[in-house]
């Protein structure tokens, strides 16, 4: 059997990747304007 080793810094790391990453796409999309804008409500 293999054994998988999770470290907490290998996890801490892909969260702190994913967030920025979501950061810079939203930019991206929307621009600086977009990250304070009020959301439209549900429908």
């Known amino acids: 059997m ?3 080793v999770y470290r907490p810094t290998y996890t801490t790391t892909a969260i702190a990747i994913l967030g920025a990453l979501k950061t810079v796409i939203n930019i991206m999309r929307g621009g ?4 304070i804008k009020p959301q439209p409500p549900i429908r």
Not at 32 to 35: A, F, S
Request: glycine content about 14%; aromatic content about 0%; hydrophobic content about 55%.
């Open 2 to 4: 293999l054994k998988v």
């Open 32 to 35: 600086l304007q977009g990250l």
